[in-house]
């Protein structure tokens, strides 16, 4: 398999450290051995890799620059998707890694532990189990917002340390209408168009909402 390269992760950010760098590298050859054996990502996909899942998850980051000592959950992670993008580029930020099916956990561990991320935590869980708080909560299109919210509710810290409030960060993409006004959740849409200019991102979103 011929080894792609994160140039499109480096076209949007700019200002990642060598060590940065050398961990966005290290993902394509441990996804596609974990891939493989564990399929965590659509096998046409994995070509895909950094356009369709690093920097998708990284669209997040666009929006919302996480600080020093937050704490965000990552719910349906699967294969660590959004939580190990935005774990190597938020170093100083906690990332709680949760999926219901233990051999996409595995994944998550394994490539975490290659990577040396300190700041990941993964956990073969439901995300109703939880119990801590956190400052965000984010996650890539699991199920229906109606759905997807009573499982993380009241799972917020009360201090807020960034500029924005403490909330869900979501990624979706299509037609949101209905789905919004079926939660009675008060989303605010911000499009992927808006920082990449890449034709994947041109209907997809991270859909916000504060808590």
């Known amino acids: ?120 935590k993964a956990s073969h869980s439901r995300a109703e189990q939880i119990t801590d708080k956190y400052n965000f909560v984010v996650s890539r299109a699991v199920t229906r917002l109606a759905d997807f919210y009573p499982w993380v509710r009241g799972k917020f810290a009360k201090e807020n340390l960034n500029a924005i409030q403490n909330g869900i960060l979501y990624l979706k993409g299509g037609d949101l209408t209905e789905e919004i006004k079926e939660s009675k959740l008060k989303a605010e849409l911000y499009p992927l168009s808006d920082y990449f200019e890449e034709e994947f991102f041109d209907t997809k979103y991270v859909v916000y909402i504060p808590q």
């Not at 011929?2 to 060598?18: A, C, E, M």
């Not at 996804?31 to 369709?52: C, G, H, M, P, T």
């Not at 959004?82 to 233990?102: C, R, Y």
């Open 1 to 120: 398999m011929t080894q792609v390269k994160p140039d499109i992760v480096y076209k949007y950010f700019k200002d990642l450290s060598p060590e940065q760098k050398t961990q966005f590298e290290k993902l394509f050859e441990l996804y596609s051995f974990w891939n493989a054996q564990i399929n965590v990502i659509s096998r046409k996909d994995i070509e895909e890799l950094y356009e369709r899942h690093i920097l998708h998850s990284l669209a997040i980051a666009k929006f919302c620059s996480f600080k020093k000592g937050e704490k965000v959950l990552d719910v349906g992670t699967g294969g660590g998707f959004p939580g190990i993008p935005l774990a190597i580029l938020f170093p100083e930020t906690q990332f709680h890694l949760v999926d219901s099916i233990g051999k996409k956990i595995k994944v998550v561990t394994e490539v975490a532990q290659a990577l040396g991320l300190k700041n990941v």
